[in-house]
């Protein structure tokens, strides 16, 4: 049976003696949920900033409203941003981010229902990846917290 990827991601970051901390929008915090499902968690993560608002966005994770303005929420430069500043918000190792459309509503021909960018800061630089669900809105916020999941792995497994 194969090991959940929170338990692995665990595992890493222990073993390394990394720290993680989130900054999520459209999951809501489920990715802090998941990764504090796994017992002694307390000793690699720690924090969420749950920022759905713009004014959240800004006032807590330094995204800049010109950032917004320019490429809009749903943008792999504000995920960047949302990872940086919750990275310094926290003074963690590594930070991802999350931000999307999870639907029903709200998609637009240039950015659907279902978009999703996730972004990963750390001191060796800063990613992100773009993404298209097509589920409903709990399957989609379910598909973006496991990519944010797996990216956090990427790169603890030098694959970035």
């Known amino acids: 049976m194969q090991q ?8 890493m970051l222990r073993q390394r003696k990394l720290t ?5 929008s459209c999951t809501g915090g489920l990715i802090a949920d998941r990764v ?3 017992p002694g968690a307390s000793e690699y993560f720690l924090g969420g900033i749950v920022a759905y608002s713009y004014e959240a966005k800004v006032s807590l994770l330094g995204v800049s409203w010109d950032t917004l303005h320019a490429y809009g929420a749903v943008s792999e430069e504000i ?5 940086r ?5 926290l003074a963690a190792d590594i930070a991802v981010s999350v931000s999307g459309i999870a639907g029903p509503g709200g998609g637009m021909p240039d950015k659907p229902v279902g978009t999703t960018c996730i972004g990963l800061s750390t001191a060796d630089g800063d990613w992100a990846r773009k993404f298209v ?4 809105r709990v399957q989609n916020k379910a598909l973006s917290v496991e990519a944010a999941l797996r990216f956090i792995a990427d790169y603890l497994e030098g694959k970035l």
Do not use: C, P, S
């Not at 500043?85 to 918000?89: E, P």
């Open 79 to 83: 995920v960047i941003e949302m990872a």
């Open 133 to 136: 669900w097509e589920g409903n």
């Open 85 to 89: 500043g919750a990275r310094m918000a």
């Open 4 to 11: 959940l990827i929170e338990i692995t991601i665990g595992d």
């Open 20 to 24: 993680l901390a989130t900054a999520e």
């Open 36 to 38: 504090t499902n796994v």
